[in-house]
Structure formats: C-alpha cells, structure tokens
C-alpha cells in the first residue's frame, strides 16, 4: 500500500519537553514537506527537503528542526523553544520539477502540549 | 510578498445552487495557482491547476491575472461537495505552495 504516513495520530506533551514527529513515504519521491495546521490560519510551512541530507526554513521555522537522512523519512523535532506547539501537523511529499505542485498529504498528527 | 486570500471561513448553499469560493492572490512572479480539497476523515488532496483548464467534479477555476483572482466554481452544488477547500500558489521557484486559510463548504439539501 503505497503512500505517506504520520504516527503517532495524537501525542501528547509536558512543556518543556522535545517531542519528535514521524513521517514516512513510499512514494520515492524527492521532496518532503511539513505544515502547521490551526483553524482559521490555513496550512503553514515549517520546513521542506527537497533532497537528501538538505532542508530549507519555511514561513513558521523557529521552534523547530528536521532531519532529512533518508529519501523515505522526514522527521519534525518540536522544540521547547516553540512557543506555541499545540496543533495540528500535516507532512507532505511530491516530486520535484514540474509536478512539485502536486503534494501528498499524510492523515496528520495532533500535538497537544500542556 | 507572496500572499493567498480566501476572504470566506464558510460558505453554505444549497444543493443545485451555484458555487463560488474566492480566492485573490498577491505574487511578483508568473503565478501557478491551484485548488486543494479536504473531504471528512480524508486526506488534503489536489482538486485542479489552473494551467489544465480542466473540470473536475464539475469544478472550474479561472486565473484572472488583472483581478489577481483563482475562484473556484460549480454550477450545482451536490452534498459530496461538501469540504474543505484551500487555494493555493506555487512559490519559491516552483519548490513550494503557500496555502490560503481555507473555506468550508456546506451543502445543505
């Protein structure tokens, strides 16, 4: 079953403390994306890869880091120094060149930081 | 700047009535601009680009370059059509979209 997945579905956090995002795809594709989604704001660029071992800050980067080691894994690290990290998290994949603009979704990870 | 604006959070029409969701969009670049749609418990997918001129699901959408406007239309709305809908506007060198804040579409019968 090919596609993109997100895990865990919910997660939940103290204050203060690090928490890692999973973002797996099979779709052999070379660029990888990471959205923030709150209501009302749309979906926002943390950060995107559009090849191994690089990564660029998207619109909303601070607070956050990824890693980009593999062509099929894009881990977000959530920070304590986010300051607002509860929300809902979206990663993507599409190809690059022509049909970047065609992006994959995964089903989404909702972070909840008390 | 780049910047997408979907002035609606909601949109409710019934069914058979036409549709039209907004869209205006500020870039310095030749714009690409596209629609993705949400459907319940699914996935944000990509509903049409404005460079195939295409219908689908009996959607339409038309860049006006002098209005710097992408609206999304549908004659009859059905009750499948109920989602939510984001514009969105390829940046950064073709790399990346930027994302409107999106419109929820009801359909009411």
């Known amino acids: 079953d090919g596609g993109i997945t997100q895990s865990p579905k919910y997660l939940f956090r103290k204050e203060g403390q690090n928490v890692t995002l999973s973002c797996e795809q099979n779709l052999n594709h070379d660029a990888m994306y990471w959205y923030r989604q709150d209501p009302g704001q749309g979906l926002r660029l943390i950060y995107y890869?559009?090849?191994?071992?690089?990564?660029q800050k998207g619109d909303i980067a601070e607070g956050y880091s990824v890693s980009r080691e593999k062509k099929e894994s894009f881990p977000l690290t959530v920070t304590s120094a986010q300051k607002n990290p509860t929300a809902f998290y979206l990663c993507?994949?599409?190809?690059?060149?022509?049909?970047?603009?065609?992006?994959?979704f995964g089903p989404g990870t909702r972070l909840t930081v008390t | 700047a780049q910047r997408v604006t979907q002035p609606e959070k909601l949109l409710s029409v019934f069914k058979g009535a036409p549709v039209e969701l907004k869209c205006n969009y500020s870039?310095?670049?030749?714009?690409?601009l596209f629609w993705y749609v949400q459907y319940s418990r699914q996935r944000l997918q990509l509903l049409l680009r404005?460079?195939s001129r295409e219908s689908i699901k009996g959607f339409t959408a038309d860049l006006n370059k002098g209005e710097t406007s992408f609206h999304l239309k549908k004659p009859f709305a059905q009750e499948e059509d109920s989602a939510m809908y984001y514009c969105a506007l390829l940046t950064g060198g073709g790399n990346k979209l930027t994302f409107g804040t999106g419109t929820q579409l009801k359909v009411e019968l």
């Open positions: 890869s559009q090849i191994v071992n690089d990564f």
């Open positions: 993507a994949s599409s190809t690059t060149g022509a049909a970047s603009y065609e992006q994959y």
């Open positions: 870039y310095s670049g030749s714009p690409e």
């Open positions: 404005h460079i």
